[in-house]
Structures are given as structure tokens and as C-alpha cells.
T-cell receptor, first 114, second 110 residues
Framework: DTEVTQTPKHLVMGMTNKKSLKCEQHMGHRAMYWYKQKAKKPPELMFVYSYEKLSINESVPSRFSPECPNSSLLNLHLHALQPEDSALYLC?????????????FGEGSWLTVV | GQQVMQIPQYQHVQEGEDFTTYCNSSTTLSNIQWYKQRPGGHPVFLIQ?????EVKKQKRLTFQFGEAKKNSSLHITATQTTDVGTYFC??????????FGTGTRLKVLA
């Protein structure tokens, strides 16, 4: 069982919709991540938050908007997505600077854009 | 930027046979991690290697980090059907950024 919880597990949205993916961890980790994974491909880093501040944005299109309301929560707001954005979106966390670097993944949110 | 390649891309083995996947980085790595992702699942951390030439074992799994810290391998002895999945290595680039390898998908035939 993963200690990183993601909702929803499945999401189908139209190209004009606005939706959000949510992620929560209660391990006291200070770094949280969003990864995107296409079928048969490795996870690709999208965003990293460290101590609730955006630390890394891997040149992700602005139709993806991350938010970190507090140290336990991470959201990914979705707007005007394209069909090629359909993928598994993985949230993850790690202890943060000075701590372990093990990345704990959630079960993911399967997104289909129609 | 850093690239991490894995070979083979796919491997089908008979249950009981051994399996090895190799991970090669274009740059020297400070450490390397290995993850397993079951079909339809999420990546799960297996191990981290830090020292040059390091070898670690977890039951039937043996992990090695190359002397030059640019390559690594995962060897599974006597595979079981529960070993099915995709195995990823991941090399660290910066504090938070891990570059995942291309992955090796393992199928075990009973």
C-alpha cells in the first residue's frame, strides 16, 4: 500500500473542461512531485515542490498548473488539455534536502482527454 | 542533458530462469535507484546504490553499481511469476531530479 494518496484514480475530460488532480501524503515529506507517464515509457518529471515552493518546472505547458496548499497536499489543475495529454499522472514525495532521496509514488491518476 | 538507457527493452523468460537488466548513463552518477512497476501499477522503490562498485542483495535480487558510477545492473535469480513488471533505474541529476531509464519489461512464463 502506498502512503501517497491520489484522487481521482480515473478521469475523463473534454478539451474545454477544467479539472484537478489531488495528492496527499502524511509522511512528513517536504518534497512533492508530479510525473507524467505515457504507456510503455518511463515517468517524466513535470514539477517539484520543496517546502511548499515550486522548485522545478520542466518546461511544462501552462495548461498544467500545479499548486501546493500545504506541506501535505499537492494539486495539479488542468485546463484546455489536448488528447496527447492523456497519460498516467503520478504524484510522489520524498523527505527533502538533507533527508533520504527515496521517491514514494502514489498509485496515479489515469487521465483521458477526449 | 543526462541520458539513461536500459537494455534489453523486453525480456521473456521461463519461470526459474535468471534475468539481468543493464542501465547505462551518459554521465557519472552520484547514486542510482531501482524501481519496479507492475502492469497497471505505479513505480515502487527497490534500492539505492551510492558507492563505486557497490553490490547489494535483496533475496533473489542482486544490484551492482559500476566502478565508474556510469552503469548499474539488476540480476534476478530463478525468476518467479511475481517478478513480472517493468524495472527502471533512475540516476540523480540535482537535488530533486531523477532521470528514469528507458526500462526493461520482464515477462515470466510459467
Amino acid at each position: 500500500d502506498t502512503e501517497v494518496t491520489q484522487t481521482p484514480k480515473h478521469l475523463v475530460m473534454g478539451m474545454t473542461n477544467k479539472k484537478s488532480l489531488k495528492c496527499e501524503q502524511h509522511m512528513g515529506h517536504r518534497a512533492m512531485y508530479w510525473y507524467k507517464q505515457k504507456a510503455k515509457k518511463p515517468p517524466e518529471l513535470m514539477f517539484v515542490y520543496s517546502y511548499e515552493k515550486l522548485s522545478i518546472n520542466e518546461s511544462v505547458p501552462s495548461r498544467f498548473s500545479p499548486e501546493c496548499p500545504n506541506s501535505s497536499l499537492l494539486n495539479l489543475h488542468l485546463h484546455a488539455l489536448q488528447p496527447e495529454d492523456s497519460a498516467l499522472y503520478l504524484c510522489a514525495s520524498s523527505q527533502g534536502p538533507g533527508g533520504g532521496t527515496t521517491i514514494y509514488f502514489g498509485e496515479g491518476s489515469w487521465l483521458t482527454v477526449v | 542533458g543526462q541520458q539513461v538507457m536500459q537494455i534489453p527493452q523486453y525480456q521473456h523468460v521461463q519461470e526459474g530462469e535468471d534475468f539481468t537488466t543493464y542501465c547505462n548513463s551518459s554521465t557519472t552518477l552520484s547514486n542510482i535507484q531501482w524501481y519496479k512497476q507492475r502492469p497497471g501499477g505505479h513505480p515502487v522503490f527497490l534500492i539505492q546504490l551510492v558507492k563505486s562498485g557497490e553490490v547489494k542483495k535483496q533475496k533473489r535480487l542482486t544490484f551492482q553499481f559500476g566502478e565508474a558510477k556510469k552503469n548499474s545492473s539488476l540480476h534476478i535469480t530463478a525468476t518467479q511469476t511475481t517478478d513480472v513488471g517493468t524495472y527502471f533505474c533512475a540516476g540523480q541529476e540535482g537535488t530533486y531530479k531523477y532521470i528514469f531509464g528507458t526500462g526493461t519489461r520482464l515477462k515470466v512464463l510459467a
